[in-house]
C-alpha cells in the first residue's frame, strides 16, 4: 500500500546550524505533499506545502525540496532556533480533500 | 477566527463505556476528518467526510462512528469502548488539500 515515511526518527542540532529533515513516499501519483509541525501537547501545525509540478518551494526560514525521480522531500530549516523543537511530519496526497497519507515524523531537538 | 476546536481536552473512560468527540470549524470547510495518534507514531485517519451527509472510511475505522449533519459539525462517537482506543484524538477541516487541525482529545480507557 501507499506509505510515506521519514528517515530519522530523531535529528540533534546546534542552534544557529541549519536542519534537514528528509521524507520518502511509495505513490508516483502522490501530487501534493505538506510538512507539518507538531509541539508537545498541540495539534499539528501547517508549514509549508508543495505541489508535484514543482522542485521547490520556499518560506520564511524553510525550504522543501521535492525530487520525484527517487520519490523523495526534505524539509530544511534555516538557522534553527530552540522554538523549532518539535516533532516533524510530512504527508502526501494524490486528490484534492483527499485522504492525507502521514510519515511516523522526526523528532528535533535544538542544542542552545 | 477561532478555526478548528475539540472538546474535551482530556477525558477518561472505563472498558465499555461510550463517548462522543466534539469537532466543529469555523472556515465553512467542506472536508472533515477524523485522526488518532498513537505515542510516537504518525496520525492514522479514521473517518473523513467531503460533505454535509456523506461521510466514508478512513484507515482505522472499526470501533468509531461520525455523522455530518451541518458543514460545521463533525462528532466522533465510540461505543463500547476498550483499551486500544486509548490514544489522542484530531480533528481536520480542510478547503482543498491543506488540512487544518484542532487541539487535540486526549483519551484513555481503563
Known amino acids: 500500500g501507499e506509505s510515506v515515511g521519514l528517515h530519522l526518527p530523531t535529528l540533534s542540532v546546534q542552534e544557529g546550524d541549519n536542519s534537514i529533515i528528509n521524507c520518502a513516499y511509495s505513490?508516483?501519483?502522490?501530487?501534493?505533499f505538506i510538512w507539518y509541525k507538531q509541539e508537545s501537547g498541540k495539534g499539528p501545525q501547517f508549514i509549508i506545502d508543495i505541489r508535484s509540478n514543482m522542485d521547490k518551494r520556499q518560506g520564511q526560514r524553510v525550504t522543501v525540496l521535492l525530487n520525484k525521480t527517487v520519490k523523495h522531500l526534505s524539509l530544511q530549516i534555516a538557522a534553527t532556533q530552540p522554538g523549532d523543537s518539535a516533532v516533524y511530519f510530512c504527508a502526501g496526497t494524490y486528490n484534492q480533500g483527499g485522504k492525507l497519507i502521514f510519515g511516523q515524523g522526526t523528532e528535533l531537538s535544538v542544542k542552545p | 477566527n477561532a478555526g478548528v476546536t475539540q472538546t474535551p481536552k482530556f477525558r477518561i473512560l472505563k472498558i465499555g463505556q461510550s463517548m462522543t468527540l466534539q469537532c466543529t470549524q469555523d472556515?465553512?470547510?467542506?472536508?472533515m476528518y477524523w485522526y488518532r495518534q498513537d505515542p510516537g507514531m504518525g496520525l492514522k485517519l479514521i473517518y473523513y467526510?467531503?460533505?454535509?451527509?456523506?461521510?466514508d472510511k478512513g484507515e482505522v475505522p472499526n470501533g468509531y462512528n461520525v455523522s455530518r449533519s451541518t458543514t460545521e459539525d463533525f462528532p466522533l462517537r465510540l461505543e463500547l469502548a476498550a483499551p486500544s482506543q486509548t490514544s489522542v484524538y484530531f480533528c481536520a477541516s480542510s478547503y482543498a488539500d491543506t488540512q487544518y487541525f484542532g487541539p487535540g482529545t486526549r483519551l484513555t480507557v481503563l
Open positions: 467526510s467531503v460533505g454535509a451527509g456523506i461521510t
Open positions: 472556515m465553512n470547510h467542506n472536508y
Open positions: 505513490n508516483s501519483a502522490s501530487d501534493y
